[in-house]
C-alpha cells in the first residue's frame, strides 16, 4: 500500500511531496522486552520463593525487624499514613487516566485497567489456594504468619499491574507519585500488622508479571517511525530524496528502505527500531552463557551503541579497501530509531544464485575480500549466503556487517574462515571450498582454522544445512589435512559446557536431593550394626565377578586371542571412565580403544563391541520375559503368565507396529539401528565359525547379568529382605534398562531412584529398599573406580589404551 504523507520538513521548505510506498504499519505490536521482562520477573518470583523457603529462620528474624521497627511509629503518623496512602493508590492510577484521556491515549489506560482486573483475579485466586488445605503449609506460615491477613494484597497487586501495564514507571513525575503512594500504604499495612515482608515482595513481583505479560499478550501502540520521518531524517543529512519504498527486512529483522534522490543517486537505508533491539535475547544470551568470552556477542545493545557499532564496523571496511555499500551518514530518528544510509548497488545474494553460476573467479574473490578485512584486524562474523553479493559485472560485495568487529583477535578471525569455508563446502562441495581459500589464503591459514570447524561455531543458517550432510565438516578437515599432512593442530575449546553436561548436572541435583530425602529417613547407624555382612561378603564377590564376566564376553566376540588379564583391566578401566560418562558410552569407548591397541583394525573393533552389545541386547530381553513370567508363576500356581508380563508384550507389540507403521518413524530407526550395528552381523558371522567363541561369548554374556543380580540379591538379604530372586532379577534388568538409556555418568540417580521404587513396588519396605540399593551401587559403582584408576594408567603406560 503506497502512503502519501507529506513530512513536515518538506512541507515547510516547500519541496514536492514524496510517496512512500510501504506497508501501513501496525498499530500495535508485542515488544520481545516486554515477553524477556514477563519471563524475567517469573523467575525472580520462583527464586523468591525457593530462598524464602530455604531460609526460613532469617525470615521469620527479618519479619520481626520489621514489625519491631514498624511498630515504634507514632499512631497520629500511622493512621495518616494510612489514610493517605490508601487514598493515593486509587487516586494516582485515576489521574493518570484521565491525563492519558485527555491525550487521546484511551487504549493505554483501556490495558491497564484489564491487568489489574486480571491481577485482581489471579491475586485472589491465589489467596484462597495458599489459605486453604491444599496449600502448601510452609509457604501459608510466611505469609501470614499465623494472622488472619492476605497473603497477597489484592489491591496492592493491581495497583502495579495497572502501572506496569500502563508503563507509569517511563514518566518520572508519576512514577515519584506511585511509589510515594505505593510506599505510604505498605507502610500503613505493616504498622497495621495487615502485611508481611515476603507478602509485600511477592505482592510487587506478581503485579509486575501480570503487567508485562499483559503488554505482550495485547500488545503496545506501535512508535516505529513510518517512512516519511525517515526522509525527514534524511533531509536534515542533506539529501533531498524524492521516491522511497519499503525493501524486504534484513536478516537482523530492520527496516530497510530503497530512497531515490534528486540528483540520480539511490540510498539503501537501514532503520533500527528500538523496540527490536531485544528480539533474539534469549538464544543470544544462550550463546553467550554457552560459548567463552572471546567468541560471543552482547546479548542485547542500546539503540545508540548498536547504530555506532555498525557505523564503526563500515567505516573501518571502507578504510581497508574491502568492497562493501559506502556509508554516506547515520542519523536517529526522534528516540525510538536511527538509521543508517548507504549508497545503493544492485546486486543479488549469493544464495540466489543457481550452484552453476559459482564460479572458481567468483570463490577467488570472496576470499580476496575475507583477506582484505583480515589483514586490518576486521572480522566479518556473518559469512553466508545472504550477506555475501554478487553486483551485475560478476564483482563479490559484501554486507550485512552489523555484527562484526574490529581489532579481533585470531579466534575470530578463523572462525570467519572456518563459516565461509563450510558455506561454501554447502555449495560447490568441499574440495573446490578448501582449493578455492587455498589459493588465496594459503595453507597454513586453512590449517590454522581447522580447530574451528565445529558446529557451535557456526551460523543457525549453517548449522541446519549441515544437518542434512553430517560428513561435510569431516570432508572439509580431511581436504585441509591433505594440504598439510604434518599439521599440528592445538584443540581449542569455544563452548563452556555442552548442554548434555548442563541437564546432567540437573539430573544429578536431582538425584542428590532425591537421595539425601531418602536417606532423612533412614537411621543408618542402625542398620549399619544390624546388617548381615556376610551377605555384604557375597555382593562384593558377585560385584568382582561380573568384571570377568564381561571380559568373557568380549573376549567371546573377537575371533583374535584376547589375554584374560588385561581384558578384565579394560573392564575395570572403563568402570572409572563411567564416572564421568554414560555407561553404554564409557564401556564402548574403552573396549573399542582396548582393541585397536591390541593391533585389530578400527572398523573391526567396533563391529566386535557392537556385537556384543547386541547379544547382550537380546539376552536381557530374554532374561527379563524368563524372570517376569516366573515371578509370575510364583504369585499364582498357573502356568499363565504374569498381567504384568503381558502388559509388557503387548506394550512392546504395539511399540513395533508404530515403528513399522509410520513411514518417518520407521526410517529414522532403521537408519539409527544401521549405523549403530555397521558391519555387525558379519562380525557374528566369524565368530559363529568358532562354537569355542560362541559359547565363550553367550556364556560370559548371562555370567555377566547373573552376577548383578546375585550381588543386588545379597545386597537385599544382607538388611534383612525378603524378596524371591526372580522378583529381584525383574527389578535389576528394567532399572538397568533406565539407568543406560541416562544420560548421567553411570546412569547416576536414574538407576538409585529406578531400583529402589521396583524394590519397594516388589514388597520392601522402603528403608531396606533404599539401604540395599545404596550398597549394591557402591559395590558395582563407586568401590571399583579406584582399581579402575590404577588399571587406566597401566594399561596407558603399557600402550594398552
Avoid at 569455508?421 to 555449495?427: D, E
Avoid at 548381615?532 to 568384571?547: K, P, R
Wanted: aromatic share 6%; glycine share 8%.
Amino acid at each position: 500500500m503506497t502512503v502519501d504523507v507529506t513530512g513536515r520538513d518538506a512541507a515547510a521548505s516547500g519541496q514536492d511531496v514524496v510517496l512512500v510506498a510501504e506497508p501501513l504499519l501496525p498499530q500495535r505490536i508485542r515488544r520481545p522486552a516486554d515477553a524477556l521482562r514477563f519471563l524475567l520477573t517469573l523467575v525472580i518470583l520462583g527464586a523468591v520463593v525457593l530462598l524464602a523457603m530455604a531460609m526460613q529462620s532469617t525470615l521469620t528474624g527479618l519479619e520481626i525487624d520489621v514489625r519491631a521497627g514498624t511498630g515504634r511509629t507514632p499512631d497520629v503518623l500511622s493512621v495518616l499514613a494510612g489514610l493517605v496512602g490508601d487514598a493515593a493508590v486509587l487516586v494516582v492510577p485515576v489521574a493518570f487516566a484521565v491525563e492519558r484521556v485527555f491525550h487521546r491515549d484511551g487504549m493505554r489506560v483501556t490495558q491497564g485497567l484489564l491487568a489489574a482486573i486480571l491481577a485482581l483475579v489471579i491475586s485472589y485466586s491465589l489467596d484462597e489456594w495458599l489459605l486453604s488445605s491444599s496449600g502448601p503449609d510452609e509457604l501459608r506460615r510466611l505469609l501470614t504468619v499465623g494472622r488472619e491477613i492476605e497473603p497477597l494484597n489484592t489491591v496492592l497487586t493491581a495497583a502495579i499491574a495497572y502501572a506496569t501495564a500502563v508503563r507509569m514507571w517511563r514518566r518520572p513525575r508519576w512514577r515519584a507519585l506511585m511509589w510515594a503512594a505505593l510506599g505510604l500504604d505498605v507502610l500503613a499495612l505493616f504498622t497495621a500488622s495487615k502485611a508481611t515482608a515476603l507478602g509485600v515482595i511477592l505482592t510487587y513481583l506478581v503485579g509486575q508479571a501480570v503487567g508485562f505479560g499483559t503488554l505482550y499478550g495485547i500488545g503496545s501502540a506501535n512508535t516505529r517511525p513510518p517512512g516519511t520521518a525517515v526522509l525527514a531524517a534524511l533531509r536534515k543529512l542533506g539529501f533531498v530524496p524524492v521516491s522511497a519504498r519499503r525493501m524486504d527486512d534484513d536478516s537482523s529483522g530492520s527496516r530497510r528502505y530503497l530512497v531515490g534522490l534528486a540528483d540520480g543517486r539511490w540510498l539503501d537505508v537501514a532503520v533500527l527500531d528500538r523496540d527490536r533491539q531485544a528480539a533474539g535475547i534469549l538464544y543470544r544470551l544462550w550463546r553467550g552463557i554457552r560459548l567463552n568470552s572471546e567468541t560471543r556477542r552482547r546479548a542485547i545493545r542500546s539503540l545508540r551503541a548498536e547504530l555506532e557499532r555498525e557505523a564503526l564496523m563500515a567505516y573501518a571496511a571502507q578504510a581497508a579497501g574491502a568492497r562493501l555499500p559506502r556509508l554516506l551518514g547515520t542519523s536517529e530518528i526522534g528516540t525510538e530509531a536511527a538509521l543508517l544510509a548507504y549508497e545503493h548497488i544492485d546486486t543479488r545474494p549469493v544464495d540466489k544464485l543457481d550452484d552453476s553460476e559459482i564460479t572458481d573467479e567468483l570463490l577467488r574473490q570472496m576470499w580476496e575480500q575475507v583477506l582484505l578485512l583480515h589483514r586490518h584486524r576486521l572480522a566479518h562474523r556473518h559469512l553466508t549466503g545472504e550477506s555475501i553479493h554478487v553486483d551485475r559485472e560478476g564483482r563479490v560485495v559484501l554486507v550485512d556487517a552489523r555484527s562484526g568487529e574490529i581489532a579481533a583477535g585470531d579466534l575470530l578471525l578463523m572462525l570467519d574462515v572456518a563459516q565461509l569455508l563450510a558455506y561454501l563446502a554447502t555449495r560447490v562441495g568441499a574440495e573446490r571450498a578448501v582449493r578455492s581459500a587455498e589459493a588465496v589464503l594459503g595453507a597454513d591459514r586453512l590449517a590454522q582454522a581447522l580447530p574451528m570447524l565445529q558446529p557451535i561455531a557456526l551460523s543457525r543458517e549453517i548449522r541446519t544445512a549441515l544437518k542434512k550432510r553430517k560428513d561435510l565438516l569431516s570432508a572439509i578437515r580431511e581436504q585441509i589435512v591433505a594440504l598439510k599432512p604434518q599439521v599440528e593442530v592445538e584443540e581449542v575449546r569455544l563452548e563452556r559446557f555442552r548442554p548434555q553436561t548442563l541437564i546432567t548436572v540437573i539430573v544429578s541435583a536431582l538425584a542428590a536431593y532425591l537421595l539425601l530425602t531418602q536417606l532423612s529417613q533412614v537411621n543408618l547407624a542402625s542398620i549399619l550394626t544390624h546388617a548381615n555382612w556376610a551377605w555384604g561378603g557375597v555382593a562384593a564377590v558377585a560385584a568382582f565377578f561380573s568384571y570377568v564376566a564381561a571380559a568373557i564376553m568380549l573376549r567371546g566376540f573377537v575371533p583374535e586371542h584376547l589375554p584374560l588379564t588385561r581384558t578384565v583391566m579394560a573392564q575395570f578401566a572403563g568402570s572409572f571412565v563411567k564416572l564421568v560418562a554414560p555407561t553404554a558410552v564409557g564401556a564402548v569407548a574403552i573396549n573399542t580403544r582396548f582393541l585397536q591397541k591390541r593391533g585389530i583394525p578400527p572398523g573391526v573393533a567396533v563391529a566386535c563391541v557392537g556385537a556384543s552389545q547386541l547379544i547382550g541386547l537380546g539376552s536381557h530381553i530374554m532374561l527379563l520375559l524368563l524372570f517376569g513370567y516366573l515371578t509370575g508363576t510364583q504369585a499364582a500356581p498357573s502356568l499363565y503368565p504374569s498381567r504384568g508380563l503381558l502388559v509388557t508384550l503387548l506394550s512392546i507389540a504395539v511399540l513395533l507396529l508404530v515403528v513399522l507403521a509410520v513411514p518417518p518413524v520407521r526410517r529414522f530407526v532403521s537408519t539409527r539401528v544401521r549405523e549403530m550395528f555397521a558391519g555387525v552381523i558379519p562380525r557374528l558371522l566369524d565368530v559363529l565359525q568358532s562354537p569355542r567363541k560362541i559359547i565363550e561369548g553367550v556364556s560370559g554374556t548371562l555370567l555377566l547379568t547373573l552376577a548383578f543380580v546375585v550381588c543386588l540379591y545379597s545386597c537385599v538379604r544382607a538388611f534383612g529382605g525378603d524378596v524371591g530372586f526372580a522378583a529381584v532379577a525383574v527389578v535389576f534388568l528394567a532399572g538397568n534398562a533406565i539407568g543406560s538409556a541416562a544420560p548421567t555418568p553411570g546412569g547416576l540417580g536414574a538407576v538409585e531412584a529406578s531400583l529402589s521404587l521396583g524394590l519397594t513396588v516388589a514388597g520392601l519396605p522402603g528403608t531396606i529398599a533404599t539401604s540395599a540399593v545404596l550398597l549394591f551401587r557402591v559395590m558395582t559403582f563407586w568401590l571399583p573406580a579406584l582399581p579402575g584408576w590404577a588399571s587406566l594408567t597401566y594399561l596407558q603406560r603399557h600402550n594398552d589404551l
